[in-house]
């Protein structure tokens, strides 16, 4: 499965529970870490984890395997590395504070659009 559609599955898990704010940044042009970065929040700490379980899930079902999970516990910074797509979520106060689109700013912001179409 390529990234775009790996990405895009990632995204469409994040939004079946209702994640707020989520960005898609490009970042193969300026990292060897990955392609893409998704940053999506939550609102309490049950959210975050179901978002994470899903994510996981459908992936899982898609062939795309969890190389490493941090955070779940905790549940204010989730990160799931998928090799070459990587997910954060976060819960409000984390995400402003980390800021993690300041950081990657010179990635490409997209859209779940782009990803369909290209």
């Given amino acids: 499965m390529n990234t775009k559609k790996t990405a895009l599955l990632a995204v469409n898990a994040l939004e079946d529970k209702k ?4 960005r898609i940044i490009d970042i193969s042009q300026i990292s060897t870490i990955a392609d893409y970065f998704i940053i ?3 609102s309490n700490k049950s959210q975050i984890q179901a978002m994470a379980d ?3 899930e459908v992936l899982s079902r898609a062939g795309v395997s969890l190389k490493q999970m941090e955070g779940y516990q905790n549940a204010n910074w989730v990160l799931m590395d998928f090799q070459d797509v990587i ?3 976060f819960d ?3 995400r402003l504070f980390y800021d ?3 950081i990657w700013r010179d990635g490409v912001l997209t859209d779940k ?4 179409n290209e």
Avoid: C, Q, T, W
């Fill in 40 to 42: 999506a929040d939550g």
């Fill in 100 to 102: 993690l689109e300041r």
């Fill in 113 to 116: 659009e782009k990803l369909e």
């Fill in 19 to 22: 994640a707020e704010d989520v």
């Fill in 54 to 56: 899903n994510v996981s």
């Fill in 92 to 94: 409000r106060e984390n």
């Fill in 87 to 89: 997910i954060h979520i």
